[in-house]
């Protein structure tokens, strides 16, 4: 992961434990939070941990 707290999809899919693959299919429907920079998906560590807490609380 970089300094400035941004992940590439490489890092995001090893921190969820998923497939790029499947990073892929949530950008692709919308289902993750995601910025495009110089034609590069980025994702916020921030955004991306308030999400999950939204997607599985019990």
């Known amino acids: 992961m970089l300094n400035s ?3 590439t999809i ?4 090893s921190y ?3 497939t790029r693959r499947t990073i892929y299919e949530w950008l ?7 910025i495009k920079l ?3 998906w980025r994702f916020k560590k921030d955004r991306i941990d308030a999400w999950l ?4 609380k019990n």
């Open 5 to 7: 707290g941004l992940m």
């Open 28 to 34: 692709k429907n919308n289902k993750i939070p995601a």
């Open 10 to 13: 490489e890092d995001l899919a």
């Open 38 to 40: 110089i034609g590069q």
């Open 16 to 18: 969820l434990k998923v």
């Open 53 to 56: 807490e939204t997607k599985f």
